[in-house]
């Protein structure tokens, strides 16, 4: 639908972001025609999955070794 509304507002080629519980990449051509898009993990899970990962590897080195 965000792609739809937005080459209906710009007439025009464009990508359109959603940045929801998923981020989603819509294009769309000149032409009106959907192109395809791509669906990403969202901002909240992306955070927190960095954030686990930094948690989970305290106490280890850059070569893998346990300190």
Known sequence: ???VAA???C???CVV???GTATTFDAVSAKGEYMGGVIAPGIGISAEALFR???DCRG???N????
Do not use: C, I, P
């Open 7 to 9: 080459y209906e507002k």
């Open 11 to 13: 007439k025009q080629s």
């Open 64 to 67: 893998g070794l346990r300190m």
């Open 53 to 55: 990962v930094r948690h």
């Open 17 to 19: 972001v959603d940045f």
């Open 60 to 62: 280890w080195t850059s």
């Open 1 to 3: 639908m965000n792609a």
